[in-house]
């Protein structure tokens, strides 16, 4: 079955430091994406990615890179991460054409 | 720019009660609307989805209908179960503007009491 997954699925960082959370999907989709979830404010878009070795900013990519080195996985990266950061995030995937998304299990950050 | 309204916070029923949680949208063009749910530790599930006016989606025992009148869509179910326990999302895709992006509502807690 055709699957998203994450890595790690929880992390303890410390502010300023450096996050790097991985995602990797075998849907063979085009299209990658990254949330983050937020009582209170649902899921929200923050970079987003049609092809390997491109990405796009979605609605709240401050404080956030993405990477996309090929088709299969997406890096969401944190170059100083804020406690402001602390927050469940999301992969999905989606074929070209479609707008369905497929979710990943969620990487739990927990900044101090 | 897009946006999404659903019920706020949480919804208590008991089993064999009668869901409805309220979805309306704020779109430009004709958007497809979504369901999705999430139980709790995983991430969320594409429940169904419609594309036109009057459609209806369903699975597994919900069902809501487009209506681009009241920009609607709201989710039903005749009778919950305990299982039915996890948050919903309703979403939508701007598909004229062809990014495959969703924009999802703030999502509404279900709690069903045996």
């Known amino acids: 079955e055709a699957a998203v997954t994450q890595s790690p699925r929880s992390k303890v960082a410390v502010t300023g430091g450096k996050v790097t959370l991985s995602c990797h999907q075998t849907n063979n989709h085009d299209y990658m994406y990254w949330y983050r979830q937020d009582t209170g404010h649902g899921l929200r878009l923050i970079h987003y990615?049609?092809?390997?070795?491109?990405?796009e900013k979605g609605d709240i990519p401050d404080g956030y890179k993405a990477s996309r080195p090929s088709q299969e996985n997406f890096s969401l990266i944190l170059e100083l991460a804020s406690l402001s950061q602390t927050a469940v995030y999301f992969c999905?995937?989606?074929?070209?054409?479609?707008?369905?998304?497929?979710f990943g299990p969620g990487t739990r950050l927990l900044v101090l | 720019g897009d946006s999404v309204t659903q019920t706020e916070g949480q919804v208590a029923l008991s089993e064999e009660d009668f869901l409805t949680i309220h979805c309306n949208y704020s779109a430009s063009g004709y958007p497809a609307l979504f369901w999705y749910v999430q139980y709790p530790g995983e991430g969320p599930q594409f429940l169904f989805r419609?594309?036109?006016?009057?459609e209806k989606g369903s699975s597994r025992g919900f069902e809501a209908t487009y209506n681009k009148e009241t920009t609607s869509f709201h989710l039903q179910k005749a009778s919950v179960q305990e299982s039915d326990s996890a948050v919903y999302y309703c979403?939508?895709?701007?598909?004229?503007?062809?990014?495959?992006?969703?924009?999802f509502g703030h999502g509404t807690i279900l709690r069903v009491h045996p």
């Open positions: 979403a939508l895709s701007n598909t004229g503007a062809n990014t495959g992006k969703l924009t």
């Open positions: 419609a594309s036109r006016d009057k």
């Open positions: 990615s049609y092809v390997a070795d491109s990405t």
């Open positions: 999905a995937s989606s074929d070209l054409g479609q707008d369905t998304q497929y």
